[in-house]
C-alpha cells in the first residue's frame, strides 16, 4: 500500500514541470493559443514514446552497447542512444507541429491569428522548441517515476534534465528560424545533448556543477533571447499593422 502511494505521489511529482515552465514560456508573448500550447507538448510526448519504443524494441535488441570499459559505455549512449536518436525524433516532431500550424494550404480559423503573426515573429520557432522539449521531458519523467520510484531522481530531472531538452530544442527553433539548414541544426542539438549527457552521466562532482552552471546560463540565455525577440516582433506586428 505504502509503495503504490509513494509511486503514486511520484508520478504526480514528475508532471510538476508543466506547472512551472509553460506559464514561463506561454506567458510572455500573450499570443499563444491554447492548441499551439498543446501541440507542442503532445508533439515532445510522441517523440518521447517513439523513441522509447524505438529503443525497447529495436534498438537494443540489434546493437548491443560495448561493455569493456566505463567510458565507452558513457560515450555511446550519451553520443549515440540519447543525443542523436532522442534528438533526432524531436526534431522530426518539432517539424511536423511547425508543418500543421504553419506550412499546410488549409488552417482551422482558431490558427488565424497565430499564422498571421508568425509571419513576422522568430519567436515561435524558440517557443515550439520549449514545448517540445518540455513534453518530451514530462513524458521521460513519468517513466523515471514508474520504474524508479525515486522522488530524488525525479525532482533532480525537473531542474536539470527537463530544462535541458528544452534548451535542446529552443536551439533548434532559433536556428531554423534565422534559415539554418535542418540537418546542421539538428547536429547543433544533438552536440548539446551529447556532452551534456557525457559530463552528466557520470554523476561526478566535478560533471554535476559544470552541467548545472551550464544549464542555469542557458536557460536563462534562452529566456532571454525570447524576451528580445517578442519584443522586436511586437514591434514589427505593430508596423505591419500601422
Known amino acids: 500500500m505504502l509503495e503504490n502511494l509513494k509511486m503514486f505521489l511520484c508520478v504526480l511529482a514528475s508532471a510538476l514541470p508543466a506547472l512551472i515552465y509553460i506559464p514561463i514560456i506561454a506567458g510572455m508573448p500573450r499570443k499563444f493559443n491554447f492548441p499551439f500550447i498543446l501541440a507542442g507538448i503532445l508533439g515532445?510526448?510522441?517523440?518521447?514514446?517513439?523513441?522509447l519504443a524505438f529503443k525497447l524494441?529495436?534498438?537494443?535488441?540489434?546493437?548491443?552497447p560495448p561493455s569493456s570499459e566505463t567510458l565507452s559505455i558513457t560515450v555511446f549512449i550519451s553520443?549515440?542512444?540519447?543525443?542523436?536518436?532522442?534528438?533526432?525524433?524531436?526534431?522530426?516532431?518539432?517539424?511536423?507541429?511547425?508543418?500543421?500550424?504553419?506550412?499546410?494550404?488549409?488552417?482551422?480559423?482558431?490558427?488565424?491569428?497565430i499564422v498571421e503573426e508568425s509571419k513576422n515573429s522568430k519567436y515561435y520557432y524558440l517557443a515550439l522548441g520549449a514545448f517540445i522539449g518540455l513534453g518530451f521531458g514530462l513524458m521521460e519523467n513519468i517513466y523515471y517515476a514508474f520504474n524508479t520510484h525515486s522522488f530524488r531522481i525525479v525532482m533532480d530531472r525537473v531542474f536539470t534534465t527537463?530544462?535541458?531538452?528544452?534548451?535542446?530544442n529552443m536551439t533548434f527553433g532559433f536556428l531554423r528560424a534565422n534559415k539554418v539548414n535542418?540537418?546542421?541544426?539538428?547536429?547543433a542539438s544533438i552536440l548539446i545533448h551529447s556532452i551534456y549527457d557525457f559530463f552528466a552521466l557520470p554523476s561526478t562532482l566535478l560533471g554535476s556543477i559544470l552541467v548545472r552552471s551550464v544549464l542555469i546560463?542557458?536557460?536563462?540565455?534562452?529566456?532571454?533571447?525570447?524576451?528580445?525577440?517578442?519584443?522586436?516582433?511586437?514591434?514589427?506586428?505593430r508596423n505591419s499593422h500601422a
Do not use: D, R
Open 44 to 51: 515532445g510526448v510522441l517523440a518521447g514514446l517513439s523513441i
Open 57 to 64: 524494441l529495436i534498438f537494443k535488441g540489434a546493437i548491443n
Open 79 to 113: 553520443f549515440i542512444e540519447a543525443g542523436l536518436l532522442e534528438e533526432l525524433f524531436k526534431a522530426s516532431f518539432y517539424t511536423l507541429v511547425f508543418w500543421l500550424f504553419f506550412e499546410q494550404n488549409s488552417k482551422p480559423v482558431y490558427l488565424s491569428n
Open 162 to 168: 527537463i530544462p535541458a531538452h528544452m534548451i535542446m
Open 182 to 187: 535542418w540537418v546542421l541544426a539538428l547536429m
Open 217 to 237: 546560463l542557458g536557460f536563462g540565455f534562452c529566456l532571454w533571447m525570447g524576451k528580445n525577440l517578442l519584443f522586436s516582433t511586437t514591434a514589427t506586428v
